[in-house]
């Protein structure tokens, strides 16, 4: 099921406020924050599409099968989901990056961009 962009940046918005996934994102906890979008109304395939994180990654860090420590893959989330200024700062990155700016655009996956345009014979 596809949500409107208006009804992703709410969800990212209320479950963003509260106290606990602040906590989280503090901890660097993507596991229990990807949690609490799917309570929101978010499923893993809607997080992978916005933030071009692959969902069975998804999937292993709410598991806890797997914990990220690139930064690429917190700003790739926080990017993708439109984080707000807090749960940035919260994650480590940079408050006043674009936030929801990538909300709706699919983020490219490494050597995605190159697979393609060898299928097309652009290179």
Request: with cysteine.
């Given at each position: 099921m ?6 992703v940046?709410?969800?990212v918005e ?6 606990d996934v602040?906590?989280?994102c503090?901890?660097?906890d993507?596991?229990y924050?990807i949690?609490a979008?799917?309570e929101?109304g978010?499923t ?19 598991t806890g099968k797997h914990?990220?420590k690139e ?7 926080a990017d993708?989901l439109?984080?707000?200024?807090a749960a ?5 990155l940079?408050a ?7 909300i709706?655009?699919p983020q490219?996956r490494?050597?995605?961009l190159r697979t ?8």
């Amino acid at each position: 099921m596809v949500l409107p962009i208006s009804e992703v940046r709410r969800i990212v918005e209320r479950v963003c406020a509260r106290q606990d996934v602040l906590d989280a994102c503090a901890e660097r906890d993507l596991g229990y924050v990807i949690a609490a979008f799917e309570e929101g109304g978010l499923t893993q395939g809607q997080m992978a599409s916005l933030t071009g994180l692959h969902q069975n990654r998804l999937s292993d860090y709410q598991t806890g099968k797997h914990k990220p420590k690139e930064y690429s893959v917190f700003a790739a989330f926080a990017d993708g989901l439109g984080l707000p200024p807090a749960a940035r700062q919260a994650l480590g990155l940079d408050a006043s990056a674009p936030a929801a700016a990538g909300i709706g655009v699919p983020q490219p996956r490494p050597g995605l961009l190159r697979t393609a345009r060898l299928r097309c014979g652009w290179l």
